[in-house]
């Protein structure tokens, strides 16, 4: 199967590149040396409807397909793979799944803010005990009355320092198991709810991550996201479409290595001769471009499947997979055709190099990956 991207789309691509190139590539070295959080940007995202690419206009949302949503992930990963990830964490994740698993009453409060950018979200899951191992989560919430009272702590939660409201997954009922998970929406500012350590990461660096907590945090229970129990289910949900995000902010970030690395094979000379007409050099840049096409198609299909409801937890999972391995390999190979000049900040590729490895990580590891395919091919 082939995807030949429609007349909207080519422009979708053409408005972001033009956009990324202009208002984020001059701030990359400073916001990523500074960890500075670029809310202005993403302000400017907001209002050309890039945070709420894939929601219905009456929520606020541009109505788009997810093929555009990679689109525009892909296409800012190129420049800044921080800011894809702030994109990324707030619309697959965070308003996601509150558009999937809420009432009414819940779309009609969180959404248009969301989807408008007037609040970034966050996604709350993994716990300091609780990785890969998600059912393993201590973090629990007790019903009070009129009301919850949740306790404990998440980490690595994107967007938590710059976030008015939370999405959090907590145990209601722990002799369930992963059918006593229960998600919560939790704005900041509420009594008990606070924000604990940012850390001080390798890459990612404009992109805030860190701890949220939980400190005899009191709900009512009209905060309570879809239904008591279903928090974890309805994760599983949410990650099917998040990993086609990662998989397109792999993606980009692969291809913006590569181009980077083809144009200075181009203008580095050794030995009087252009480096690109070194077979050596020729091969590497062949099988950068070839993983990149390859991931980029893996990516499409699963985003073109996701759009028309059918089950994508094998697919998405091939894609991020794929995607994430081969845009470390990239960006690796990309750093060694800058020779020294690639462990130097000016030319670009050692950020690539840095923030790429959280793609075989984040929302689910490499590992993961391959047991949820393993899952997948393994029924009856």
């Known amino acids: ?86 994109v990324a964490a707030h619309t697959s994740l965070c308003t996601n799944h509150i558009y999937l698993a809420g009432n009414p009453q819940q779309k009609r409060h969180y959404l248009p803010k969301l989807a408008t950018g007037e609040w970034i979200g966050c996604w709350s899951l993994t716990e300091p005990e609780a990785g890969s191992d998600a059912g393993g989560t201590r973090s629990a919430a007790v019903p009070d009355g009129d009301f919850w009272v949740l306790d404990g702590a998440k980490t690595f939660c994107t967007n938590a320092h710059d976030a008015q409201v939370c999405v959090a997954m907590l145990v209601t009922d722990r002799a369930a198991s992963q059918h006593g998970i229960s998600a919560f929406v939790i704005e900041a500012g509420t009594p008990g709810f606070r924000l604990g350590r940012k850390e001080d990461k390798l890459g990612m660096r404009a992109s805030s991550t860190g701890e949220v907590i939980f400190d005899h945090c009191r709900l009512p229970h009209s905060q309570l996201l879809g239904q008591r129990g279903e928090g974890f289910v309805d994760s599983l949900r949410i990650l099917d479409g998040g990993r086609i995000s990662i998989a397109a902010l792999s993606l980009g970030t692969a291809q913006g290595a590569y ?122």
Do not use: N
Not at 35 to 44: E, G, R, S
Not at 348 to 374: M, N, P
């Open 259 to 380: 181009d980077r690395a083809l144009r200075y094979s181009k203008q580095r000379r050794q030995f009087g001769r252009f480096i690109s007409e070194f077979q050596a050099i020729q091969h590497k840049l062949v099988d950068m471009a070839t993983g990149i096409e390859a991931a980029r198609l893996l990516t499409y299909r699963a985003a073109d499947m996701h759009q028309r409801g059918m089950k994508v937890t094998k697919e998405s999972a091939m894609a991020k997979l794929f995607a994430s391995e081969v845009a470390v390999r990239v960006c690796d190979e990309a750093v060694q055709i800058h020779g020294g000049y690639g462990f130097i900040k000016d030319y670009g590729v050692e950020k690539f190099y840095r923030d790429v490895k959280l793609c075989t990580i984040g929302e689910g590891t490499s590992e993961i990956q391959r047991l949820v395919i393993a899952r997948q091919l393994l029924k009856t």
């Open 1 to 86: 199967m082939d995807f030949f991207l429609s007349d909207e789309h080519i422009q979708l691509r053409k408005a972001v590149r033009e956009f990324a190139e202009a208002e984020i590539e001059p701030h990359v070295r400073q916001w990523d040396d500074a960890q500075t959080f670029p809310l202005d940007c993403i302000k400017k995202l907001a209002s050309l409807g890039y945070l709420g690419a894939v929601f219905p206009e009456e929520y606020g949302g541009a109505g788009l397909d997810y093929i555009g949503y990679s689109i525009i992930i892909e296409e800012l990963a190129r420049i800044d793979p921080s800011v894809a990830l702030i």
